[in-house]
Nanobody, 125 residues
Framework: QVRLVEFGGTLVQAGGSLRLSCATSGLPFSSYVMAWFRQAPGKEREFVAGISQRAEFTDYADFVKGRFTVSRDNARNTVYLQMGSLKSEDTAFYYC??????????????????WGQGTQVTVSS
């Protein structure tokens, strides 16, 4: 059984930092592209960041470039999202997703087969 479990969401002040983790089990982690998406109330789920199987490539949405960093530890089957210079508009439910694909890293959520349950990030201004 494939499981993705996100950790780290919380309330943080604007300008602050936060690290999300996504621990996986039940899949050959190093064979999967991993991505982070987010969804705010009343909005579509949107791509935030993605990382290739051996971390040789990363990709970011324009609105997080220079502020967020995605990384992975294949020995721990875990992907991370380091978030910095947080803004109130970063408030959303954050999800990790996995897909066994050939690059490039997809930005469309429909391309991903496995999802975590999400973790809430709230940025207070």
């Amino acid at each position: 059984q494939v499981r993705l479990v996100e950790f780290g969401g919380t309330l943080v002040q604007a300008g602050g930092s936060l690290r999300l983790s996504c621990a996986t089990s039940g899949l050959p982690f190093s064979s999967y592209v991993m991505a982070w998406f987010r969804q705010a109330p009343g909005k579509e789920r949107e791509f935030v960041a993605g990382i290739s199987q051996r971390a040789e490539f990363t990709d970011y949405a324009d609105f997080v470039k220079g502020r967020f960093t995605v990384s992975r530890d294949n020995a721990r089957n875990t992907v991370y999202l380091q978030m910095g210079s947080l803004k109130s508009e970063d408030t959303a439910f954050y999800y990790c997703a996995a897909e066994q694909i050939i690059l490039p890293i997809p930005h469309s959520w429909v391309r991903y087969d496995f999802w975590g349950q999400g973790t809430q990030v709230t940025v207070s201004s």
